[in-house]
């Protein structure tokens, strides 16, 4: 069974704050991601990690900002929220493998920016 | 540029009231189709990996599939349990390691 946790799972504040979101997984998985899903729409990578001290942007353009100094945990942090950044953010992990689409993912953090 | 279309949008069946949902895409070298569901406020859960045309795999009353074009998700006798948003998504044999790309996901809704 997986184990990544999230927190907030929800989280409502007002613009110009910045936020964290945590994550943490007990598998020992080095591969660890960030997407952002909107209602409706596609999963989007917006960060991803191949290990400690490895971040690199993915495909949508996100103005957070992620650390990965232990394996098992992958913050991700906005300086300064607008409500543009207002959607779910999931985090996934997975194995060193060289197919990596069986991802386990967290329940989400669900942000709203007023 | 690899796409992902899902059909239909929503579905809803009867208990018992077997269908499938549709998975078409687009892709420069096929390395892997992948079929998750979500439920409401929650992360996907990995279901199944499909390498390569011709390929099935099951789970319960799950049955996916594959084409050089699309996969298929049979659902056979499904129950109330079953209703989930259900993804699909494909990874391309030309991209990095990390990079899938997926479709918005297929609503299914079954009514006791």
């Known amino acids: 069974e997986a184990d990544i946790y999230q927190t907030p799972r929800y989280l409502v504040i007002g613009t110009g704050k910045k936020i964290t979101l945590e994550c943490s997984q007990t598998m020992g998985h080095d591969k660890m991601y960030w997407y952002q899903q909107d209602p409706g729409m596609e999963l989007h990578l917006i960060h991803y990690s191949y290990g400690v001290n490895s971040t690199e942007k993915g495909d949508l353009s996100s103005e957070s900002t992620v650390s990965r100094i232990r394996t098992e945990h992958f913050p991700l942090t906005l300086e300064s929220a607008r409500p543009s950044h207002t959607s779910q953010y999931l985090c996934?992990?997975?194995?060193?493998?060289?197919?990596?689409?069986?991802?386990?993912f967290g329940e989400g953090s669900r942000l709203t920016v007023l | 540029e690899d796409q992902v279309t899902q059909s239909p949008e929503a579905l809803r069946l009867q208990e018992g009231e077997s269908s499938s949902l549709n998975c078409s895409y687009t892709?420069?070298?096929?390395?892997?189709l992948f079929w998750y569901r979500q439920d409401p406020g929650k992360g996907p859960e990995f279901l199944f990996t499909?390498?390569?045309a011709g390929e099935e795999k099951e789970k319960e009353r799950l049955k996916a599939t594959l084409t050089k074009k699309e996969s298929f998700l049979h659902i056979t006798a499904p129950k109330p349990e079953d209703s989930a948003t259900y993804l699909c998504?494909?990874?391309?044999?030309?991209?990095?390691?990390?990079?899938?790309?997926f479709g918005k996901g297929t609503l299914l809704t079954v009514n006791p």
């Open positions: 998504a494909v990874q391309a044999g030309r991209s990095s390691n990390y990079k899938l790309t």
């Open positions: 499909l390498y390569s």
């Open positions: 892709v420069s070298g096929l390395r892997g």
């Open positions: 996934a992990s997975s194995e060193w493998t060289g197919l990596t689409g069986e991802l386990f």
